[in-house]
């Protein structure tokens, strides 16, 4: 791998002979996905995805202002910046992408002109749903933002979350009317 390793020979009875050497990478020959996409929810910004330039060995190699492109397959980019410019260290870093879909197997293909292109590991994106107790006002989710809803008779309301906001409600199986959120 590249780096500045001590190369250290030694034998019985003769004093030990080290060096430092210099191994640098390759020529920039293809991307693989260093921070492949991760599941996420409709309306949510994906998890930041990073693309790293490598030589024909899998080695990481540090080559800024390269162009790289991000299409998404099985799907719609709702938003996001689709080309990324490769930083000192050859990464690629995208961090505002959107989709407004739900979908299943999804994945990206990463490109650059002169360079081997890299398909990502396969994703998820989902509708976040919601239970909420009917005596509860507030439902705490994973996210530091909450929704309130009023309080209705019966077990629990089913919301369906939409980019912060509810799109569909349902009642449990005991309800008489939808929850009202607010």
Known sequence: APGT???????????SVGQMETITPAAPAKLAF????????VGMTLAPIVVQVQDSFGNPVPDSFVPVDLTLNGGTLAGGTTTQWTD????ATFNDLLILAPGTGLNFTASASGLASAVSSNFNVTYRVIVKEATLNT??????????GGIVPGQ????????SSVTTTRNGPDLGSPATWY
Request: hydrophobic share 25%; proline share 12%.
């Open 5 to 15: 390793p001590t190369l250290t020979a030694a034998a019985s009875g003769i004093p």
């Open 34 to 41: 260093s921070t492949p996409p991760q599941d996420s929810y």
């Open 156 to 163: 629990y309301d089913i919301a369906q979350i939409d980019n």
């Open 88 to 91: 000192e260290h050859g990464q």
């Open 139 to 148: 439902i705490s989710m994973d996210q530091p933002d909450s929704w309130k």
